[in-house]
């Protein structure tokens, strides 16, 4: 089995959060920043093919949703940051719940925008031809 085919993919940002709120534990906090960071990486290479699509593609995201989709890929981009963060930490320190539920509220935060963003462009005269 080639490596892509077995690469686990967690594509809701909203699901990692809830697995993080759910940590009882360090090693329960540092699987569930693990799939932060996998839910983090699936909605950055999709935004990321939106934004790079040819503008007369379907996937291209509206001229006039770019400026929003950037800041929403802006802070995508940081929140994996915090998972590296999170992750060069030893359980003990992962033990700390409430900068781990602070982090999910961040990530729930984000899944909130990404999905407000996709409702944006739908809401767009042209958005659902």
């Not at 960071?37 to 990321?48: F, G, M, R």
């Not at 320190?93 to 739908?122: C, K, N, P, T, Y």
């Amino acid at each position: 089995m080639s490596e892509e085919r077995g690469r686990r993919i967690v594509q809701s940002l909203l699901y990692a959060a809830e697995q993080l709120e759910g940590a009882s534990s360090g090693p329960d906090v540092r699987a569930a920043v693990r799939d932060c960071a996998l839910a983090l990486e699936h909605h950055l290479d999709t935004l990321a093919k939106d934004l790079n699509a040819d503008p007369s593609s379907i996937h291209a995201i509206e001229p006039a949703l770019i400026p929003r989709a950037r800041n929403v890929e802006a802070g995508l981009k940081q929140l994996l940051l915090t998972c590296w963060e999170f992750l060069a930490r030893n359980d003990t320190e992962l033990g700390d719940f409430a900068r781990a539920r602070d982090f999910a509220r961040q990530m729930r935060d984000a899944g909130h925008e990404d999905i407000d963003l996709v409702f944006a462009s739908l809401l767009l005269p042209q958005g659902l031809d």
